[in-house]
């Protein structure tokens, strides 16, 4: 899986994006607005919506790739959550990963995650371009 959240001005309008693959063919792309947030926020939501797809696809190893490399160090508990906007986020995706057999999260650079960033920017300008057009 790889999963990317974007947030237009921080906070801001935000959203999230996942590409979910297995055996190395893409089987789903994710895309959505979740609101006003901060980056760290969408990538957290980012990461929980890749968790609970990867248990309705009744997935046992999951491996995320991400580009954010404060989440990845907050889940592999290198770094502490200081965030009280975090914490509630970070115990619901530790919740999730409990559902599977394996768990691997990695940083990767941005440059490999063009994907998922496509997907979680192209929520929020269809969000935004929906009101401007309303």
Known sequence: ????GASKGNPGPSGIGAVICQNGQVIKNLSAYIGTATNNVAE???LIRALEEGLILKAQNVKINTDSQLLCNQMNKVYKIKSPNISGLYRQAQHLIQGFKNFQINYIPRTENRGADKLATLA???ELRGKCGA
Not at 1 to 4: A, G, S
Request: charged fraction near 30%.
């Open 1 to 4: 899986m790889y999963i990317d």
């Open 44 to 46: 957290y939501r980012a």
């Open 124 to 126: 929020i300008r269809q």
